[in-house]
Each structure stands twice: as C-alpha cells, then as structure tokens.
C-alpha cells in the first residue's frame, strides 16, 4: 500500500529553522515527482516547493523562495523540505504530495488537484 507520512513540525520562533520529512513506503520516490504544499486556516491549500523526476529540477513559491530548499534521498526513500528564516505566515499544515503523471515542478506545485496520493500532514506554528 502507497504511503506517505511526513513529519518534523513544530513550533518555532520567527526566524528559527525545521526540517521536514516525507517518508515514502509501499513504492520507490525516486520514480516520481514530489510536492511539498501548505494550508494556513481559512485559506488554501497552496504548492511551496516540488521536484519533477523526469530532470530533479525543483520550483519555489515566490513566497519561500531563497528560505526554503527541497532535497530528495533516494536511499532512505524520503524527501525533505528544509525551511529557513521562517515567518509566522510560514504557519499551516504541510503536506507531501506525489502525481502519478510524469511533469514539471512547477505544474505540480501549481495543481495541487492533480496530486494523487497525500499525506496526513505536519503542522507547522512560527511564532513568538
């Protein structure tokens, strides 16, 4: 069975760091494109960074953009979204994502509909 568990939030002050995880069981990530996406209460869920599999580029929301960085490790079957200089509107529940369908990281990250399998989510509080 496809899983996916992501874990590594917390709480944290404004301008601190986490680490999330998104550990993969029941098929090989390496295979496929992986998001990273978030939902902050009342809003949306919304793509934050995703690698495609077909050239392991990676795409950034303007919004974390030069503060967040996704990484893969295919040994460990688990990619990792490192979240730096963190701001309190960085709070949400965030999500590991994959699509079956072969595309780029953008259009994974801009689909969040398109995804086919989800994790159950990590949340994620910046504050003071």
């Known amino acids: 069975q496809l899983q996916l568990v992501e874990s590594g939030g917390g709480l944290v002050q404004p301008g601190g760091s986490l680490r999330l995880s998104c550990a993969a069981s029941?098929?090989?990530?390496?295979?496929?494109?992986i998001g990273w996406f978030r939902q902050a209460p009342g809003k949306e869920r919304e793509g934050v960074s995703c690698i495609s599999v077909s050239d392991s580029s990676s795409y950034y929301a303007d919004s974390v953009k030069g503060r967040f960085t996704i990484s893969r490790d295919n040994a460990k079957n688990t990619v990792y979204l490192q979240m730096d200089s963190l701001k309190p509107e960085d709070t949400g529940v965030y999500y590991c994502?994959?699509?079956?369908?072969?595309?780029?990281?953008?259009?994974?990250?801009?689909?969040?509909?398109?995804?086919?399998?989800w994790g159950k989510g990590t949340l994620v509080t910046v504050s003071s």
């Open positions: 029941g098929f090989t990530l390496d295979y496929y494109g």
């Open positions: 994502a994959v699509p079956t369908a072969r595309t780029s990281a953008k259009a994974i990250c801009i689909t969040p509909g398109g995804m086919d399998y």
